[in-house]
């Protein structure tokens, strides 16, 4: 009789604590808004307690109690729980109680540690033991060491067998990793090792199958459950509908919810809140308004979840106004909204980069007691950070402290990168010490954000000290750091230390994105270095990496430069070649290329092959082309070329009228050459240095220094409107233009208006006007021109008549030997604080230095 009383109330304890934990739940929600995740525990809690009533007091009703743990023993039913642990401890010389102690605070290395002692001292390890292991390392989501301990229990039949609460406990960690395999093959086995399978076991299957999306598998489980006996539950049901939401199928969802109810349980707002995330999940908003318009209908209290998925979804489609009212109906329907609902709304701000609307968002929030969290303060920070708003982000990094919101390291790492937008490496490494000041480590991350900042400052130095330091303190950088200062050398045209750096990032086992190795391409093909863009190219195609367009364009555009036609002409075919599509830009280059070598047949024929592969020629190429025809002097040919460029519809440039101008001047046809220079107007263009210089060039090679003066009188008459004034090469021509037609006084009197002006002469036209000078016989004016010659630091030249040398012999001439020994004294005094001339350097040795 006393036994009877004592197990009755065990059995009402039973059911007294669902009824405790749901009269907690309440009252909490009465006073506290009581978060999404928060609430739905409670209620599986609740329903987990009511499930483990009902079969207590079926155990009761059928007198058939047997209290198993997960320690359980061969004993039967009179051995209570607390008299298993009590003989693990005294049979294992208290070694158990110690375990049990590790395993519960967490110290799974120290529980393990113990196991070992055990057996080391003879004892021998109870069911208790292996369950305590099981238990700790599952809710420490370590799988394999569950697995591993309940491997070894199930392999020593003479301590006993696991019970089902231990079974249950792996399968649950099982579906907490998402591992739908191994949760089945544990539920499997279970009866082979002499366990059966209760309620919970497939519902921890369910609940994996659930979290993995697999809506089938669920279903079949859930199905297999009625055929063994097992009828589903409240949570059965819920993981399938679980499994339905995150797939968005609203009518497998709506399916399951009907068969619930005709199996005759009543859902609750945990299975609603899955179908109208269901409805969701595949945009049909008024779908999922109708259900929770009929959970109000059913008298189920609706939750923060109902709403929030609502509100999720039109956030995420962009409907940020919308989804701002159902915050409002939230409230107004007597339902406070967490601070997770209000970072659905701003993620939408965030996504549009919306900072005005997403302050209001936040004032509203503060306004309605919400404390807004590290994720919204963080979000609040991107949008900030996004435009290069630095002044924005240091304000809420402010308004965090000022809240108590702790900022994390994604609040750093994001505030940092508004610094590197705007180059701020002062700011970028401020932040950088506050956030190690809030005891955060900075991460990769967090130093790839400083060193993007210096790149855009254009210190690659500092960027490559950070980096050096990242390696000495042993946080190791991963390929966007390497390729972050490989570009900042690049970008600044050291071709040698970005090569170092891609080299020790290969060496680091690490393969760099094709922008980095196009970047180093275009910085070797700048330098005019073919031969080492051609190297970075090959160690693309070594790491079987994309090689781009932009790529091939810088070696083709390279090879152009250097008048290489042979070398562009083979980069251009590879490319073609390798199925990479080549531009205006590519065929432009090629033409320019032969252009240079003066092979206007060459280019020609690239022209054709262009427009054969369908791609339109730009200004650029007819301008190679007729530079072609120019560099070889064929006007007829670059007149032609002129026509086809305007019956394409494309208008002439400067440029093009330039080498229209340059064909025309090596052919030696002054006069069409100034008919050019007349006509570039009539094309609405107005004619500059390069137009004027090509022709007065073209005057004095003809030797017609009057036709050249007048041209350069033109250009310095209408400097003050085209602000082009006349460069050094227009008058140096003009004056030896003059000096060599022997017209002393028009050579002389354009120096002097050249060195007036302030524009530098060169050598030859002193030494020209000099020598004009001597052959008029003007040897005072010869002097003169050679002291202001020396005045102005150019260098005379040593012999001819336009030399010191040459004035002192015309003195001679005449007798005036006192004159010509003042000249030669001059000689003497420059020879002496003249600097000594270098050796020229071959071109090939100029380039490898």
């Known amino acids: 009789m006393v036994a009877s009383f004592k197990s009755f109330g065990s059995v009402s304890k039973t059911l007294l604590l669902p009824a405790v934990v749901i009269a907690v739940f309440l009252g909490l929600e009465a006073c506290f808004s009581a978060s999404v995740a928060i609430e739905e525990l409670m209620i599986v809690a609740a329903l987990l307690c009511l499930e483990f009533g009902r079969r207590s007091t079926k155990a009761f009703s059928s007198s058939k109690a047997a209290a198993q743990k997960c320690e359980v023993t061969e004993a039967p039913e009179e051995n209570s729980a607390s008299q298993t642990t009590?003989?693990?401890?005294?049979?294992?010389?208290?070694?158990?109680?110690?375990?049990?102690?590790?395993?519960?605070?967490?110290?799974?290395?120290?529980?393990?540690?113990?196991?070992?002692?055990?057996?080391?001292?003879?004892?021998?390890?109870?069911?208790?033991?292996?369950?305590?292991?099981?238990?700790?390392?599952?809710?420490?989501?370590?799988?394999?060491?569950?697995?591993?301990?309940?491997?070894?229990?199930a392999a020593r039949p003479d301590l006993g067998k696991p019970n089902v609460i231990c079974l249950n406990i792996t399968i649950s960690a099982c579906a907490k990793v998402g591992d739908v395999k191994r949760a089945e093959s544990w539920l499997l086995r279970m009866t082979s090792m002499g366990v059966e399978p209760d309620v919970m076991s497939y519902n921890a299957v369910i609940d994996a199958c659930a979290r993995a999306g697999e809506v089938s598998r669920a279903e079949e489980w859930l199905q297999k459950m009625n055929q063994n006996g097992i009828p589903p539950n409240l949570v059965s049901y819920s993981s399938v509908l679980h499994a339905c939401a995150k797939a968005g199928d609203v009518g497998r969802a709506e399916a399951w919810l009907k068969k619930m109810e005709a199996g005759g349980l009543e859902p609750n707002a945990i299975c609603y809140n899955s179908i109208i995330h269901a409805c969701?999940?595949?945009?049909?908003?008024?779908?999922?308004?109708?259900?929770?318009?009929?959970?109000?209908?059913?008298?189920?209290?609706?939750?923060?979840?109902?709403?929030?998925?609502?509100?999720?979804?039109?956030?995420?489609?962009?409907?940020?106004?919308?989804?701002?009212?159902?915050?409002?109906?939230?409230?107004?329907?007597?339902?406070?909204?967490?601070?997770?609902?209000?970072?659905?709304?701003?993620?939408?701000?965030?996504?549009?980069?919306?900072?005005?609307?997403?302050?209001?968002?936040?004032?509203?929030?503060?306004?309605?007691?919400?404390?807004?969290?590290?994720?919204?303060?963080?979000?609040?920070?991107?949008?900030?950070?996004?435009?290069?708003?630095?002044?924005?982000?240091?304000?809420?990094?402010?308004?965090?402290?000022?809240?108590?919101?702790?900022?994390?390291?994604?609040?750093?790492?994001?505030?940092?990168?508004?610094?590197?937008?705007?180059?701020?490496?002062?700011?970028?490494?401020?932040?950088?010490?506050?956030?190690?000041?809030?005891?955060?480590?900075?991460?990769?991350?967090?130093?790839?954000?400083?060193?993007?900042?210096?790149?855009?400052?254009?210190?690659p130095d500092r960027a490559e000290a950070w980096l050096l330091l990242?390696?000495?303190?042993?946080?190791?950088?991963?390929?966007?750091?390497?390729?972050?200062?490989?570009?900042?050398?690049?970008?600044?045209s050291d071709s040698a230390r970005a090569e170092q750096w891609l080299n020790r990032m290969e060496a680091a086992g690490f393969r760099g994105n094709p922008n980095t190795y196009s970047s180093l391409v275009h910085t070797f093909a700048k330098r005019g270095d073919v031969t080492g863009a051609e190297h970075i190219f090959q160690r693309v195609e070594n790491l079987k990496l994309e090689t781009s367009g932009a790529m091939y364009n810088a070696l083709i555009s390279a090879c152009a430069k250097h008048g290489d036609a042979a070398r562009a002409e083979y980069w251009l075919t590879k490319m073609l070649d390798n199925g990479a599509r080549a531009d205006v830009a590519s065929y432009s280059a090629v033409?320019?290329?032969?252009?240079?070598?003066?092979?206007?047949?060459?280019?020609?024929?690239?022209?054709?092959?262009m427009q054969e592969a369908g791609v339109e020629a730009n200004i650029v190429t007819f301008n190679s082309v007729i530079n072609a025809c120019a560099r070889c002097g064929d006007v007829d040919r670059a007149e032609s070329w002129l026509k086809r460029m305007e019956k394409a519809g494309i208008a002439p440039a400067v440029l093009t009228i330039n080498s229209m101008i340059n064909a025309c001047a090596k052919a030696g046809d002054l006069a069409r050459a100034e008919d050019w220079l007349v006509a570039?107007?009539?094309?609405?263009?107005?004619?500059?240095?390069?137009?004027?210089?090509?022709?007065?060039?073209?005057?004095?090679?003809?030797?017609?220094?009057?036709?050249?003066?007048?041209?350069?009188?033109?250009?310095?008459?209408?400097?003050?409107?085209?602000?082009?004034?006349?460069?050094?090469?227009?008058?140096?021509?003009?004056i030896q233009a003059w000096a060599r037609a022997g017209d002393c006084k028009k050579a002389s009197r354009w120096l002097a208006l050249m060195l007036s002006e302030?524009?530098?002469?060169?050598?030859?036209?002193?030494?020209?006007?000099?020598?004009?000078?001597?052959?008029?016989?003007?040897?005072?004016?010869?002097?003169?021109?050679?002291?202001?010659?020396?005045?102005?630091?150019?260098?005379?030249?040593?012999?001819?008549?336009?030399?010191h040398a040459g004035v002192a012999a015309a003195w001679l001439r005449r007798g005036e030997t006192a004159r010509a020994a003042a000249v030669k004294k001059l000689i003497q005094e420059e020879s002496t604080t003249r600097p000594a001339e270098k050796p020229k350097q071959s071109p090939s040795l100029r380039s490898r230095k």
């Open 86 to 153: 009590q003989r693990s401890h005294e049979s294992t010389g208290g070694l158990a109680g110690r375990l049990q102690a590790a395993a519960r605070s967490g110290d799974l290395a120290s529980a393990e540690a113990l196991m070992g002692t055990m057996r080391r001292e003879g004892h021998r390890p109870t069911v208790f033991c292996y369950g305590t292991l099981v238990s700790a390392f599952a809710k420490a989501g370590d799988l394999a060491g569950a697995e591993k301990w309940l491997e070894e229990l």
């Open 591 to 609: 033409i320019h290329a032969c252009a240079k070598s003066k092979d206007l047949t060459r280019a020609e024929n690239w022209v054709e092959r």
């Open 470 to 492: 990242m390696l000495k303190t042993g946080i190791q950088p991963d390929a966007m750091t390497y390729c972050i200062v490989i570009d900042a050398f690049a970008q600044g």
């Open 758 to 803: 302030g524009v530098e002469a060169n050598p030859a036209s002193f030494s020209g006007v000099v020598a004009a000078c001597v052959a008029s016989g003007n040897l005072d004016d010869a002097e003169n021109w050679l002291a202001l010659m020396s005045k102005h630091g150019v260098p005379a030249p040593r012999v001819g008549s336009g030399s």
């Open 680 to 734: 570039i107007r009539e094309y609405g263009l107005v004619p500059d240095a390069v137009s004027y210089s090509t022709v007065i060039h073209a005057c004095t090679v003809q030797q017609e220094p009057a036709r050249a003066e007048q041209w350069l009188e033109e250009m310095r008459a209408g400097s003050s409107a085209t602000g082009e004034k006349p460069s050094p090469f227009c008058y140096n021509s003009v």
């Open 280 to 459: 969701s999940k595949a945009g049909d908003c008024d779908r999922a308004v109708s259900w929770l318009e009929e959970m109000a209908k059913r008298g189920i209290d609706q939750t923060v979840n109902s709403y929030s998925t609502i509100i999720d979804m039109l956030a995420k489609r962009g409907d940020v106004e919308a989804a701002e009212q159902w915050l409002g109906r939230m409230t107004e329907v007597g339902i406070e909204a967490d601070a997770v609902s209000y970072n659905m709304v701003l993620g939408a701000y965030c996504k549009t980069g919306d900072a005005d609307q997403a302050r209001s968002l936040y004032e509203l929030m503060r306004s309605r007691s919400v404390k807004p969290n590290t994720i919204f303060f963080n979000m609040l920070i991107n949008i900030h950070a996004r435009i290069g708003d630095s002044v924005g982000v240091a304000r809420w990094l402010k308004e965090m402290r000022l809240n108590n919101v702790q900022a994390d390291r994604v609040s750093f790492n994001t505030a940092i990168k508004s610094f590197a937008r705007s180059a701020d490496v002062a700011g970028a490494e401020m932040l950088l010490k506050e956030m190690r000041a809030a005891s955060l480590d900075p991460d990769v991350m967090t130093y790839n954000a400083v060193i993007s900042t210096c790149a855009r400052a254009r210190d």
